[in-house]
């Protein structure tokens, strides 16, 4: 009998593909060299966050064969695939790092060995690990798995195998009164012959140790530094070998929410929780003795199969540092400066251009100072009252967190949803709840069972005409860190409609209420799903009447069943679907009698693809759509979610713009197979054509054009 061909992907193995592409960046020789290191950066840090959250979720429940995912993989299966597909991502990051490296000598950047050093670089960096490591590097004896609570999550360490020499081993002096002497010789001979002591290195200390040169940069690594000069450590003993680890803790550990007053408290538990949670992966040296290998599998408690041995370097997100290293524009890709808004009243009369009528901006094409420059502006405006905000990823330093505060002292009355279950940025999102409460902000911690994840920003106006809601709506965080390398998309607008609907939407979470109902604005996890499922229905029935019927999209991930489903059913019903997707794609394209009629394609390139933008044809009247949700169960069920028509006619026809630039990209794009495999989108004419590199030229167009437009010459005359 004929295997049935599988309709759903795994959603794991997908992401597991979307890092492959990721890491192909790193191997593509149009990319500068410096640029392909990063993108091995980012490949690891992307595979930090894979095990910390899906990893250690799957493992979770590993032994429950009932939980089949959509594809009908049990956990079990699932983490024997994450295995297998890891150690060859793992063997080809090494790969990878190591030409690069070899590419980057003759270009005066050169990773200098330990057996390369010369005597003098050797005083050299003696001299410095004296003065900075020595004293921050704390070696720690390791006997059993009791006492490594100080090995943390993703820290580099060093392990040293040293002979067990009683002599040399520092021991309670004996007291013959004591009626419990120490052991005696005969006792001492018959322990172990080796010990170990661990050395995780400081965050605080650099990775990348400069080396003396007449041009270019040479450097060494900090845990070759360590190993060179062990003796520092252990002058007395007789070290065997030194190898180099790192371990991933769980991060999937779970907040027991008992209401807002307790809500920090039980944050900071489950942050501590995550430091001395179950290892999911160590990834060891090749180069480790099996010795070595089975004493750390034993006393760090980690399954045999989770343990990742590396030839060559390990944690390389710490090459981010590298990528940017002062110097070489030649390896660099030549910077794109975000251009300012084409309305430059957006910086110097924002609420009276909004009123003009409603603005779009594309990050970071665009820059994104307006969206700065309106909440600075609301905090000093006397005529506005009020100002409701939510931040989901703030920056370390928010400019946006620091108007918020400077508001609420200037009398307004702030609200601002401070959502403290952003994973992996729960300890920032802390700390600004804290300085907005002191400042006199109300903090509201998002709902219970719920994340905010919705970006919009309401400011309330008192004008001659009577109140005035201004709103800004976005797809990306509120963080003008992210917002440099992410494409996100900013609308204003004072639209009577939506404001009204921003209100109600506040209005819920912080009342805690079922929100009054919306005329525009879809809303998760109350209406969201339905809304989508309504809009591809319409697309259905009209294909199935003989119209055409068209849906595109873009966005970061597309998991739901119910919303593949649905998919689907239009595309056998002849609905043209395309659909841009970075990452995880459960969906399965092009497959006779299911799918034809679906295209899903991939752009991974220099700006990380971020904003979630929707089209139906709707028989010919466009309805277009911006919103902070992915297509995935969580986003639909579980987080507060929003989606926001764009109604305008120049910003419709801008966001039909950036759309159709995504499907006729021949250069970054990659269009899912059947079977799983994305290949370079096949160029149907010989120009090539980079959305990306568009996109950044089209935004420079337009700051020009309207620059130009408003050139002219004003002459006076008398009245």
């Known amino acids: 009998m004929k295997k049935a061909k599988p309709i759903y992907f795994n959603r794991e193995l997908s ?28 490949t690891a840090s992307n595979l930090d966050e894979f095990f910390r959250v899906r990893v250690g979720g799957l493992k979770l429940v590993a032994d429950d064969d009932t939980q089949a995912d959509l594809s009908g993989l049990s956990p079990r299966e699932q983490l024997r695939k994450i295995r297998l597909g890891v150690r060859n991502m793992i063997a080809e990051q090494s790969a990878s790092l190591a030409e690069l490296e070899q590419k980057l000598e003759p270009k005066e950047i050169k990773r200098v060995l330990a057996d390369d050093v010369t005597h003098a670089e050797r005083k050299l960096l003696l001299k410095r690990f004296k003065a900075e490591t020595v004293s921050a590097v704390t070696p720690t004896a390791v006997e059993n798995s009791l006492n490594l609570s100080f090995l943390r999550v993703a820290r580099l360490t060093v392990c040293v195998r040293l002979k067990n020499d009683p002599s040399t081993t520092l021991r309670p002096v004996e007291n013959p009164d004591d009626p419990a002497p120490s052991k005696s010789l005969a006792e001492l001979s018959e322990e172990p012959s080796d010990r170990y002591v661990l050395l995780p290195l400081e965050q605080s200390q650099s990775r990348f140790w400069s080396l003396p040169s007449d041009r270019g940069y040479r450097y060494i690594l900090l845990e070759d530094v360590v190993q060179m000069f062990l003796s520092e450590y252990f002058a007395a003993d007789s070290i065997i070998e030194s190898s180099t680890l790192r371990i991933t803790r769980n991060g999937d550990v779970k907040l027991v929410e008992d209401g807002r007053a307790d809500l920090l408290l039980g944050m900071q538990d489950m942050l501590d929780a995550r430091t001395s949670s179950g290892c999911v992966r160590m990834e060891l040296s090749s180069a480790t003795s099996p010795q070595m290998r089975a004493f750390l599998e034993s006393t760090i408690e980690v399954d045999p199969d989770d343990v990742y041995l590396v030839d060559g370097p390990m944690s390389l997100s710490d090459y981010f540092s590298l990528a940017s290293v002062q110097g070489f524009p030649e390896l660099k890709d030549k910077p794109w400066k975000s251009q300012p808004a084409p309305n430059q009243n957006l910086g110097e009369r924002i609420f009276e251009s909004i009123a003009e009528g409603d603005q779009l901006l594309y990050h970071p094409y665009q820059s994104y100072g307006p969206v700065i420059d309106f909440i600075n502006a609301a905090a000093e405006d006397p005529q506005v009252i009020a100002i409701k905000q939510t931040l989901y990823r703030a920056a370390k330093d928010s400019a946006v967190a620091l108007a918020l505060k400077k508001a609420a002292e200037n009398g307004k009355n702030v609200t601002a949803i401070v959502e403290l279950k952003a994973r992996f940025d729960e300890a920032r999102n802390m700390f600004w709840a804290r300085e907005l409460e002191a400042a006199g902000v109300d903090v509201i911690y998002g709902i219970r069972g719920l994340k905010t994840h919705a970006k919009m920003c309401l400011v309330v106006r008192k004008e001659v005409t009577g109140i005035r809601r201004y709103v800004h709506f976005g797809t990306g965080n509120y963080n003008e860190t992210t917002a440099r390398i992410y494409s996100d998309v900013s609308l204003f607008t004072c639209d009577e409609q939506l404001g009204i609907d921003a209100v109600h939407f506040f209005n819920a979470i912080t009342g805690l209420s079922v929100p009054q109902p919306m005329n525009k604005l879809a809303a998760a996890p109350i209406n969201l799903r339905q809304s989508l499922l309504e809009l591809i229905r319409v697309e259905t029935e009209t294909a199935k009447s003989g119209g055409a019927g068209e849906i595109t999209a873009k966005f970061n991930s597309l998991t739901d069943r119910q919303i593949i489903d649905a998919l689907y059913t239009a595309s056998n019903a002849g609905v043209k679907v ?13 497959q006779k009698g299911l799918s034809e009629n679906i295209k899903v394609i991939s752009v991974v390139d220099r700006v990380l693809e971020h904003a979630r933008l929707f089209r139906f044809k709707h028989g010919g009247d466009d309805l277009l759509f911006m919103s902070s949700a992915d297509w995935m169960s969580r986003n639909l069920n579980r987080r507060v979610e929003l989606m926001v028509p764009v109604t305008a006619t120049v910003c419709k026809a801008r966001l039909n713009q950036i759309l159709d630039s995504y499907f006729s990209d021949n250069v970054a794009a990659m269009e899912l197979q059947t079977d799983g495999q994305y290949l370079p989108v096949k160029k149907k004419k010989k120009a090539s054509f980079r959305a990306q590199a568009h996109l950044q030229q089209e935004a420079e167009q337009i700051f020009t054009a309207a620059s130009n437009s408003s050139s002219v010459f004003e002459t006076h005359r008398k009245k």
């Open 578 to 590: 395309r659909l841009n997707i970075r990452g995880i794609c459960c969906l399965v394209p092009g």
């Open 15 to 42: 992401w597991l593909s979307f890092n492959q592409r990721v890491l192909n960046q790193a191997s593509d020789e149009r990319h500068p060299l410096l640029e392909r290191v990063k993108f091995l950066a980012i």
